[in-house]
């Protein structure tokens, strides 16, 4: 994938929506094209946070592990973006990634985005921004499957 | 193939209070069941002109099941609007009288009023995509609109079903919602709140599908069933995605008893859900959406 390929693809990515075009570029000097199998895991929970994923095709499981079983909690796809943590210092992988089928993704080395982030504030504010969003919609999904809005008198006439 | 009246099939106010209260006597054709808790009830109409009436629904629309000696709830319909020799009920089993009437055994009459209530736009969204966003049992009240279009394929754009339940156990209609998706212009998703060990499928609330589909939003009809709170983040989720007010619909479900609105008991704002509704724009019934039910 050419450099202007990847420029491309990122401008088209709905985590990057809005951002200035010398923005996207920023990002695509650190962004480099990976490929999943199915199945393939992608990191484990308790991995030290390295990168980034933004997904261009396939879809991924969030998955956690308990005693004799592993727990889907969530599917992320083409749109998303997979590995908000690695922007964060000092975290590990809250949970495990597994393609479900073959996965394309642009992956960022998460040090070097913080370290873009910090040479650049402005940058980094925008960027962070966007992160940010993620994490809402993150929680607010998680708060709206803890409601179990389905259980019992749920719609439909009844 | 038939087209579909202009007008709903029955007008509450056409209809004599009389008329409109009677149940008329339906004898139960079969019994089959979708999930754990839920079963589909096919009727076959009650005779005369009031079968003609009972059969003779739009996409939407509900009836007023009566299981003799026990109660009367108000059930949508969710057979095809144009197989007018059977009357179709899909029923999750929740209190007393939806136990019994999933209990019932073919052969026995059930008392059938309706049907009643507004019903999905179909005329209106023609010449447009169709995003059908279901919820649960909400899957029910549309799959009328989703035969529809079926049928008249050529009438329509784009038809993308989103639909999210509590656990894959939980999917109703999960054969037909698959072979839906193998359509041509017709996108089928699917998604659990709860996956378990062995779901192979997507994990999340139904708003999370939106972004596995692309919609046109001036090209583009929302047609909304399931828990309130699920419709009012998918309604908001639509209105930040560009479509209108009044391209979005819901169908609301309160506190339904006579379905005339004679009793009041689902006044939501200034409507009566069973006449006004069951089907609302957005633009409508959006003010209302947050008010509390006691």
Known sequence: MTTVQ????????????????SDIEKLAALAFKVNFQPEQII??????SSFFYLILSGHIALEIQAPGRVLRIQTVGEGDELG?????????????????????????????????????????????????AIVAERLRSTRLQLLDVYAGKGGGGQ | MTTLPTEPAVSVAAQPAVGLMTPHPARLAGVEKETHDTFTLTLEPPGGAEGETASRFRPGQFSMLYDFGVGELPISISGDPERPEQLVYTIRSVGPVTTSLVTRSPGDTIGVRGPFGTPWPMTEARGKSVLIVAGGI????????IYHILRHRGDYNRLMILYGARSPRDILFKRELS????????????????????????????????????????????????????????????????????????????????????????????????????????????????????
């Not at chain 2, 909400?138 to 609109?145: F, Q, S, T, Y």
């Not at chain 2, 399931?226 to 309160?254: C, D, N, V």
């Open chain 1, 6 to 21: 990847i420029q491309s693809a990122l401008a088209g990515h709905p985590f990057l929506a809005s951002l200035a075009e």
């Open chain 2, 138 to 145: 909400g899957l029910a009240p549309l799959r009328p609109a």
């Open chain 1, 84 to 132: 908000w943590s690695s922007l964060l210092a000092s975290v590990n992988k809250q949970f495990q990634a597994r393609s479900l089928e073959p996965v394309t993704a642009l992956a960022f080395d998460g040090a070097q985005i913080v370290a873009q982030c910090e040479a650049d504030p402005s940058f980094g504010f925008r960027l962070l921004r966007k992160v940010l």
């Open chain 1, 43 to 48: 990191f484990r929970e308790g991995d030290p």
């Open chain 2, 179 to 294: 072979a839906w998706n193998l359509l041509p212009d017709t996108q089928s998703l699917m998604t659990v709140d709860y996956g378990g060990v062995n779901w192979r499928g997507h994990v999340g609330v139904v708003t999370t599908l939106f972004k596995s589909i692309r919609t046109q939003p001036t090209e583009t009809y929302a047609l909304l069933c399931g828990p309130e709170i699920m419709m009012r983040y998918a309604m908001r989720e639509l209105l930040t995605r560009g479509l209108l007010k009044h391209q979005i619909f819901l169908s609301m479900e309160r506190n339904m008893k006579c379905a005339a609105g004679f009793c009041g008991h689902c006044q939501l704002g200034p409507f009566f859900v069973c006449k006004d509704g069951p089907v609302f724009s957005c633009a409508a019934i959006e003010p209302w959406m947050d008010l509390y039910e006691a």
